[in-house]
């Protein structure tokens, strides 16, 4: 898909104005001339310039260019569905995570996802399980970041 610069512009602008008005009520740190929205300011900040050169860029080279242009492979059902796999997979995860836990809802999500993507589903569920596992080694164990338990609550160690 091909949008206007605009579009991403307005997006980008958008984004940044709204980091900066939410960093004004952030904190300041003892001992320090700037507080924790410093940070984040200087980003929201370059969000809302960089917004507004594309917004203007946007509007300066419109001159009888198609604002959208949806690529070719939004025609082909296999791609739409595998997109539409993925997107609701990240929903899915984001609604259930706590609720079910890493550990039973990553390998199932993550099933679907390879599925769509064409991977059959023997091979597409034993990598899923294997690749979760990793993950969570990765993440619990290594860099000791808690993933959701869920159900598996009373198993946690």
Known sequence: ????????????????????????GFPAIPGQQYGAGAFPGLIAAGLLAVGTLMVLSGLRRRDGAVWVRLAEWTGSARHVRALTVIVLGVVAYILWADA????????????????????????????????SLVIWFAFYKLLRVPLPWGVLKSFAF
């Open 100 to 131: 079910l836990g890493f550990l039973l809802l990553a390998p199932l999500v993550l099933a679907a996802w390879l599925w769509a993507l064409g991977l059959r589903p023997l091979p597409a569920a034993a990598l899923a399980i294997v690749a």
């Open 1 to 24: 898909m091909k949008l206007n610069d605009a579009f991403f512009g307005a997006f980008l602008a958008a984004l940044g104005g709204f980091v900066l008005w939410k960093v004004q």
